[in-house]
C-alpha cells in the first residue's frame, strides 16, 4: 500500500502536526528517565550511604558546577557556527543522550561501606559526570521548540505535550521503583537503585532518538556564517537575560516548582515511610495526583488560544495556593481522613501545577522571542541555559536546604527508614511550608514579573512580522 504523501507548508517544511507533539514529548521523557532518579537521590544517600547533612553540604557544592556548566555549555551552543546535516541543536541532543545512558547511573554507586571522604569523591564525581550529559541533552533540548515552530497555539501544543512527556517519565520510576527499591521493611535497597538507573538510561536514549528522527525545524535563526559576524558575548546576553521580564518571571516561576517537587521528595517518602507506614503506596498516591494535569493537557491549546498562557498559568498559581493552605490540616492520631485530606489537596496543587506546567515551556519560547524583540539577537542556548541553571539551583538548594530543616526537626538517616512518630508529624508540616512557598514564587514569577500577556504577545509577534493567531 502506497504512502501517503507528506502535506508541505508554504516554505517547504512537512506541516505541523501530531508526529511533531509526540516526538517532543518524547525528548522529555527521555530526559525524565534520567532526571526523574534525582528524586530518589537523597533517600539513597542519606539511608542507604549514611551521610546524612554530608549530603545536604555536597549538594550545595555540587551546584558551582552547574553554575559554570549550564551557562557555558549554553553560551558554547549558541557560539557554534558549524554546519550540521540537520540542525546543531540536534547534533548536541545525541551526544548528551549517549552519556546519560551511564550518567544516572554514576550518581548511586553503591558503596555504603566505604569511608566519608571516599563517599563525598563518588558523589561530587557522579554528579558531575551526570549534570553534563544532562545538560547537553538538556539545553537544546527546551531551545527547540521555538524553532519548531512560530505559532502561538503550536507552541501551546508543544509545551503541553512535553508535560505529558514529564509526566510519563516520573509514572515509571515514581510508581514501580518504590515496589523494587524497598524491602518488607521500608528501607532502602541501594544495589537496585543503580541498576535500575543503568535500565531507565537506555530507555531514556531510545527515546531521545525517537525524536531526533522525527524533528522538523520551521523558523530560521539566520546564523551569519561569514568570516566577519561579530564574535558572541557570553557576558552581554547574560545582562540581556536579566533584562528580560518574561525569561525572569518564568525561571522564577520554575524555580518556585522546583523546590516544592525536588524540595519536598525526601519528607513525602519519611511521611508515607513513618506517617501513614506503607513507603510503597506512596508512588501510587502521586500518580494519582497528576490527573489533574493529564486532564488538562488536552484543553491547554484552546484554553490558551481563549486566555493567554500568562493568564492561566497565573491562575494555577492560586490554585496551588489554597492547596498549600489545606496540606496544613492535620487530623488528630492520623485516622484515614488525614490520608484523604492529604490526597485531596495533592489534586488541587497538582491541578494548579499541571495548568502553569502545560504552558511553561511555551512561555519560554515566548522569552526567547522576547529577547530579539527587545535586544535583536535570539540566544536561544544562553536564555535556555540560564533559565536551566536557576531552575537547577532550585532543585539543589532547595532539598539541601528542607534536609537540614528535616535534620532540625528530629530526621535520622542512616539506615533508619522509620522515624519517631513525632519527627513524622513533623515531616507532614515540613511538606505542607514546601508545597505552600513553592506556590508563592510561582505566583510571584507569573504574576507579577512576567510581562508578555496575552495583548502584548500578540504585539510582539506583530513587531517580529510573524502571522500568528491567538
Same mark, same amino acid.
Given at each position: ?6 502535506? !508541505? ?19 522529555? !521523557? ?20 549514611? $551521610? ?26 549558541? #557560539? ?24 544516572? #547511573? ?64 516520573? $509514572? ?56 566577519? #559576524? ?9 545582562? @540581556? ?13 520554575? $524555580? ?17 515511610? /513513618? ?11 502521586? !500518580? ?44 488528630? @492520631? ?25 504552558? /511553561? ?110
Amino acid at each position: 500500500m502506497a504512502k501517503k504523501p507528506v502535506k !508541505l507548508d508554504a516554505n517547504g517544511h512537512r506541516q505541523f502536526g501530531l508526529r511533531d507533539s509526540v516526538s517532543y514529548a518524547a525528548g522529555d !521523557l527521555g530526559c525524565n528517565m534520567s532526571f526523574a532518579l534525582k528524586g530518589t537521590m537523597s533517600i539513597f544517600w542519606t539511608q542507604f550511604m549514611g $551521610m546524612d547533612l554530608w549530603y545536604a553540604l555536597l549538594l550545595i557544592v555540587v551546584q558551582v558546577w552547574d553554575a559554570i556548566n549550564d551557562p557555558l555549555i549554553g553560551s558554547i551552543i549558541d #557560539a557554534d557556527r558549524r554546519t550540521y546535516k540537520r540542525n546543531k541543536f540536534l547534533a548536541y541532543i545525541w551526544a548528551g543522550s549517549l552519556g546519560l545512558i551511564v550518567g544516572g #547511573a554514576c550518581c548511586f554507586l553503591p558503596f555504603p561501606n566505604a569511608p566519608t571522604w571516599a563517599k563525598a569523591i563518588i558523589f561530587i564525581a557522579g554528579y558531575v559526570v551526570w549534570d553534563a550529559f544532562y545538560t547537553v541533552a538538556n539545553v537544546p533540548y527546551g531551545s527547540l521548540l521555538s524553532l519548531i515552530s512560530d505559532d502561538v497555539k503550536d507552541r501551546a501544543s508543544l509545551s503541553a505535550w512535553r508535560s505529558v512527556g514529564s509526566i510519563f517519565g516520573n $509514572m515509571l520510576p515514581m510508581v514501580i521503583l518504590p515496589f523494587i527499591m524497598y524491602d518488607e521493611n521500608d528501607n532502602l535497597i541501594g544495589e537496585r537503585v543503580f541498576i535500575a538507573a543503568l535500565i531507565m538510561g537506555v530507555l531514556g536514549f531510545i527515546c531521545f532518538q525517537f525524536m531526533i528522527k522525527n524533528t522538523e525545524i520551521r523558523v530560521e535563526t539566520n546564523v551569519n556564517l561569514n568570516e566577519e #559576524a561579530p564574535k558572541f558575548n557570553v557576558f552581554k546576553a547574560f545582562v @540581556n537575560f536579566l533584562k528580560n521580564r518574561p525569561a525572569v518571571g518564568a525561571t522564577v516561576a520554575a $524555580m518556585g516548582m522546583f523546590i516544592g517537587m525536588q524540595g519536598a521528595t525526601t519528607a513525602v517518602t519519611v511521611i508515607f515511610q /513513618s506517617y501513614y507506614n506503607n513507603v510503597k503506596i506512596s508512588g501510587i498516591v502521586q !500518580l494519582f495526583a497528576m490527573i489533574p494535569i493529564v486532564v488538562f493537557t488536552p484543553l491547554a491549546r484552546k484554553c490558551v488560544a481563549k486566555f493567554g498562557k500568562k493568564e492561566l498559568a497565573t491562575f494555577g498559581s492560586i490554585c496551588s495556593i489554597i492547596a498549600g493552605l489545606g496540606l496544613f490540616i492535620v487530623t488528630p @492520631n492520623n485516622t484515614k481522613l488525614d490520608l484523604t485530606l492529604y490526597i485531596v489537596f495533592q489534586l488541587i496543587y497538582s491541578l494548579g501545577l499541571g495548568i502553569y506546567s502545560t504552558v /511553561s515551556w511555551a512561555m519560554m519560547g515566548d522569552a526567547i522571542d522576547y529577547n530579539e524583540w527587545k535586544f535583536g539577537t535570539r540566544e536561544e542556548g544562553t536564555v535556555y541555559s540560564l533559565h536551566s541553571f536557576f531552575r537547577k539551583l532550585a532543585q539543589g538548594i532547595g532539598p539541601s536546604l528542607v534536609l537540614v530543616i528535616m535534620i532540625a526537626f528530629g530526621y535520622v538517616g542512616a539506615n533508619e527508614g522509620n522515624q519517631a512518630l513525632e519527627v513524622a508529624i513533623n515531616m507532614r508540616y515540613i511538606v505542607a511550608a514546601t508545597f505552600l512557598f513553592s506556590a508563592i514564587l510561582q505566583f510571584i514569577g507569573l504574576g507579577l514579573v512576567y510581562n508578555l500577556d496575552k495583548k502584548t504577545l500578540a504585539k510582539m509577534n506583530a513587531d517580529l512580522g510573524r502571522d500568528v493567531e491567538e
